[in-house]
Structures are given as structure tokens and as C-alpha cells.
């Protein structure tokens, strides 16, 4: 078992399952914290001020090991995306890949990370949605792409940053300092992973991030952004893309499930959204289908009395995609109809296309490792039944 990403209730579990006496196992719980989520130990040998027989059974049974990097690729600008493959997670499985992007700029340090391999929405925009779903992340699968990030950024004490590429520098400034659930899959699927995963990274003796400063973005799952913001206590993102119910029902298939007027129903009853926690509504902006005038003007209308933040996306093309991006013109006279209105209306740049990192181009190689994996497993049920 691997310990790198365990909650605190798990690395008790574990310490029990060595013999470490009860009366200890808050005390050594803490410190293995204190190394895993704050040092970034990865060797349980670097951990000074735990008994040395205590450390030996731990390395015995379990690891501190991180998923493996099978790739980094570096964007011109600045952009990092890293393919990772998982641990199995049972003997048919030869070890799931995901992928999580990093974003630069100069005073912070956006990381992008996935919480499903796979998705099962197929948002007809989204290169992730062209893949089958093959299984959710653990909280630990979660945590660990945060943990692989600071290693790569030398973003713990005593780390490294890497030669090449822009990080945050500054006294206090951490090269991860936002987290965004952006990645593959669609995190209210996988809500208590997701919940647990924020919990780890939210703990102010560990990785102590801001929950202010992580965004859990959402396609409309409806039953779940009251826990999200309950539980959580995160800042929310609303993957949108559309004014009417016909439009979205193309664009975003799970809006036949739960159309505009109950999405935005739970917008507005979203725990602890204010004028300070404004949601934040995702927007692509795709040639000839959602980008002219009376678009903007229905999006106004549409969002009237929320506390709204508006995120445009210039549509990020990918292999084989329907869709064009809007013209710059185009997108500018969107934002300026969405702006006078009152509302914020940032164009996020496009960050990462040349590496296929940017926004919707996400896809690894899953749709192999669940075609293996199934067919092993029928393999083996063959063989068990000769």
C-alpha cells in the first residue's frame, strides 16, 4: 500500500497493523504526516524523528513511491503536462493513465488535475469525452498528481526547481499555489474521492492550499453541488457553454438529466456563494454555434441575480473535432456585451495547445489499458471455467 496520499485515518490504520501501541498512534500519525505532505519525504529512511524500528516495519509493508512519470512534455509557453501511470489496482489491471497539466504565471501556480480516468459525458467539444470511462481515482490517486507536481517544481523544502520552464519564485510563493478539478473526468462522479482528496490537501500541517485557491468544476451533476459545497467548502466552476436547453442538450449531453433551469436552481442555493465567492461559469466559444450577440445577451439574461464570474475559452482544437475556434473579433465583442452588463468576462488564454494540454484536448492512453484489461479478465474467467 502506498502511504503517499493516505488520509490521516489510513496512516493510523496502518501504523496499528505494525504494532505501533495505540497510546502512539496519534503521535507518529502526525509525524508521518508532517513528512509525507509537508518534507515530501520519499523514503521512509529521510524521517529523522521516528524510532528506526518503527520506520523499518513501515518500509516492510508499504511505500511512499509516486505514480510513475511515463511523460513530461514542456509547452513554449511554459505549460507542463505529465502522463502518469497508476499502481495497479488489481492484477488484471497493468496500471491506469492519467494526465494533469501545470500553469505558470508569475506570481502563481495553477495545477490541473484529473479525478476520473476517462469520462462518461461525452460533451461533443472535449477530446477527454471521446474516451470511455474505465474507473475513478482514488483520493490518494487524487493527491498523488499534486504530490508528483511539487516534486517535478521542487516545491518542497529543499527541492530543486527544474532549468528550463517559468516558475513562481518569491518569498512565500509556492510553485503549486491553486489546484483546479479540470482534468479528466467529472469529479461530482466521483464525490467522496473528490471530498477526501480536498480534505488532504486543505490540512494546515500538510500541503496546507487555500480552499479558496482549489475549483471543482462541474458539467451540472446537480445532486452533488450542495455536498460540494457543504463538505468542501471549495470554489465552484460551472462547465456551461450554452443559453438554451436545446444547444446544451447537444453540447453537454447531462443537461437532458438535469436541464438550465435546475442547474441554475442549484447555482443559486450553492453553499457560501457571495459577491466574495462568485461561481465561476465556463464558456467555449465555438464558431457559429453559441458566439454571436444575442448569445451574450441570453448569457446576461440567463445569470441574472447570481453572484457570476464568466470564464470565455477560446475553443482548443483537437484531432478530428467538429467545432472552430471564434473569431478574436468575435470573442472580444462577446466579452464586451457580457462585461457592460456588469459581469466579469476574462478570455482565458489558451495555455498548452502545442502539447495538447489546454482545455478539453485531454486524453491518455486508457481506452488501450481497459481493452487489455477486459480482455485478460475474460482470459482468466476462461481459463477458470475449463
Same mark, same amino acid.
Given at each position: ?14 501504523? !496499528? ?34 524510532? &528506526?524500528?518503527?520506520?523499518?516495519? +513501515? ?21 507542463? @503536462? ?25 506570481? &502563481? ?27 475513478? /481515482? ?9 504530490? *508528483?507536481?511539487?516534486?517535478? +517544481? ?10 528550463? #520552464? +517559468? ?5 512565500? *510563493? ?20 473528490? &471530498? ?53 442538450? @447537444? $453540447? ?59 470564464? /470565455? ?19 472580444? !465583442? ?13 478570455? &482565458? ?18 481506452? @488501450? $489499458? !481497459? ?5 485478460? $479478465? ?5 481459463? #477458470?471455467?475449463?
Amino acid at each position: 500500500m502506498r502511504l503517499a496520499g493516505a488520509t490521516r485515518g489510513e496512516i493510523i490504520q496502518s501504523l !496499528r497493523e505494525t504494532g505501533v501501541p495505540d497510546r502512539e498512534l496519534n503521535m507518529r500519525a502526525s509525524q508521518l504526516w508532517h513528512w509525507i505532505y509537508h518534507r515530501g519525504a520519499g523514503d521512509f529512511g529521510a524521517m529523522r524523528n521516528i524510532a &528506526r524500528p518503527v520506520l523499518d516495519r +513501515l518500509a516492510e509493508r508499504f511505500t511512499l513511491a509516486r505514480p510513475e512519470v511515463v511523460a513530461e512534455q514542456l509547452s513554449a509557453d511554459g505549460t507542463r @503536462k505529465w502522463l502518469l501511470r497508476m499502481a495497479p489496482a488489481h492484477r488484471f489491471d497493468k496500471g491506469a493513465e492519467i494526465e494533469c497539466v501545470y500553469i505558470p504565471e508569475s506570481d &502563481r501556480g495553477t495545477l490541473c488535475v484529473s479525478s476520473q480516468v476517462g469520462c462518461t459525458l461525452n460533451c461533443s467539444f472535449c477530446h477527454t469525452g471521446t474516451m470511455p470511462l474505465v474507473r475513478n /481515482l482514488t483520493a490518494a490517486e487524487i493527491v498523488a498528481q499534486v504530490l *508528483v507536481a511539487r516534486d517535478r +517544481l521542487g516545491d518542497f523544502p529543499g527541492g530543486v526547481a527544474p532549468a528550463s #520552464g +517559468l516558475v513562481p519564485k518569491g518569498e512565500g *510563493v509556492r510553485a503549486v499555489s491553486n489546484i483546479v478539478f479540470m482534468g479528466m473526468g467529472e469529479p461530482l462522479y466521483n464525490f467522496e474521492a473528490v &471530498r477526501d482528496a480536498i480534505a488532504i490537501l486543505t490540512d494546515g500541517d500538510g500541503l496546507s492550499l487555500s480552499k479558496r485557491r482549489i475549483t471543482v468544476s462541474t458539467s451540472g451533476v446537480v445532486p452533488e453541488m450542495a455536498r460540494l459545497g457543504a463538505e468542501c467548502g471549495t470554489m465552484l466552476a460551472v462547465s456551461l457553454h450554452a443559453t438554451n436547453n436545446a444547444l446544451r442538450d @447537444k $453540447l453537454v449531453p447531462l443537461n437532458r438529466k438535469y436541464p438550465l433551469e435546475t442547474l441554475l436552481e442549484a447555482c443559486r442555493n450553492y453553499p457560501g456563494a457571495s459577491n466574495a465567492r462568485r461561481i465561476t461559469f465556463e464558456y467555449v466559444m465555438l464558431k457559429g454555434v453559441n458566439d454571436s450577440p444575442a448569445e451574450a445577451r441570453a448569457l446576461v439574461r440567463l445569470l441574472k441575480g447570481l453572484p457570476a464570474k464568466i470564464n /470565455l475559452i477560446p475553443f482548443n482544437p483537437w484531432p478530428g473535432s467538429a467545432f472552430e475556434c471564434s473569431d478574436w473579433q468575435t470573442i472580444e !465583442r462577446f466579452s464586451e456585451i457580457v462585461f457592460n452588463a456588469g459581469y466579469a468576462s476574462p478570455v &482565458r488564454t489558451p495555455r498548452g495547445r502545442d502539447i495538447l494540454a489546454a482545455c478539453g484536448q485531454l486524453k491518455s492512453e486508457s481506452e @488501450k $489499458l !481497459r481493452a487489455r484489461a477486459r480482455m485478460m $479478465l475474460e482470459e482468466s474467467l476462461a481459463v #477458470g471455467q475449463d
